[in-house]
Structures are given as structure tokens and as C-alpha cells.
């Protein structure tokens, strides 16, 4: 069971990224998903996250307005989480995880879920 995230890379500031989760191994339709990040020295912190239907999201205020979190349920096989980033502000530099929660609503806290990716690095220039 695996949850791989990608799209990271390196952007000016002001730019867009849009990073991918897909999930295989299993399917997480029923679970909430999320998106968390790490900056050097600093403690992971959630940035958004979607129920199961994708009919519900929270993003944190540092990121509200600029970073939008979606899902694809469709294909049930191989589920995929976004996190589309515009705006970009050096401060968003981190490593960027997506995660599964335990249960199927949009949850915010780290402790919350079961299942992590291994991360995909952003990194905005000044």
C-alpha cells in the first residue's frame, strides 16, 4: 500500500505548481485525504484536506485563497489527491506529504491519519 505524491519542483514566486497523490495498493475512496508540509527546522504542519466524497475541504489561513485541495474518486482503483498551488510565496518552501486519514472526513490533525506518502519537495524563489 502506497501513496505517492509528485509534482514538486522548483517555481518564482508568484507561480503555480499542482501536486498529484495517487494511492495504489488500495483504494482510500471511503477515507479522508490530506496535504501536510515541512520547511527545514520546522515541524509538519497541515496545509488541507478533503472527505471522501470531496463534497467537503479545509485549508489552513496561510493558505486559503491561493492553494486548492480536490480528488478524483472515479477511477476507484487507483484514487487521486491534488493540491493545486497558485501565488506561490518563498514561505511555502517545504516538503509536501499527502496522507490517508483513518476515517472519511476532512480531517486536520497529523495524529488523525494512517497513511503518508513519501513527500514531494516545493521550492519557491524570491
Known amino acids: 500500500v502506497q501513496l505517492q505524491a509528485s509534482g514538486g519542483g522548483l517555481v518564482q514566486a508568484g507561480g503555480s505548481l499542482r501536486l498529484s497523490c495517487v494511492a495504489s495498493?488500495?483504494?482510500?475512496?471511503?477515507?479522508?485525504m490530506g496535504w501536510f508540509r515541512q520547511a527545514p527546522g520546522k515541524e509538519r504542519e497541515f496545509v488541507a484536506a478533503?472527505?471522501?466524497?470531496?463534497?467537503?475541504?479545509?485549508?489552513?489561513d496561510s493558505v486559503k485563497g491561493r492553494f486548492t485541495i480536490s480528488r478524483d474518486n472515479a477511477n476507484v482503483a487507483r484514487n487521486t489527491l491534488y493540491l493545486q498551488m497558485d501565488s506561490l510565496k518563498p514561505e511555502d518552501t517545504a516538503v509536501y506529504y499527502c496522507?490517508?486519514?483513518?476515517?472519511?472526513?476532512?480531517?486536520?490533525?497529523?495524529?488523525?491519519?494512517?497513511?503518508w506518502g513519501q513527500g514531494t519537495l516545493v521550492t519557491v524563489s524570491s
Open positions: 495498493g488500495r483504494t482510500f475512496s471511503n477515507n479522508g
Open positions: 478533503i472527505n471522501w466524497k470531496g463534497s467537503n475541504s479545509y485549508h489552513a
Open positions: 496522507a490517508a486519514a483513518r476515517g472519511a472526513w476532512a480531517a486536520t490533525f497529523a495524529t488523525e491519519y494512517a497513511k
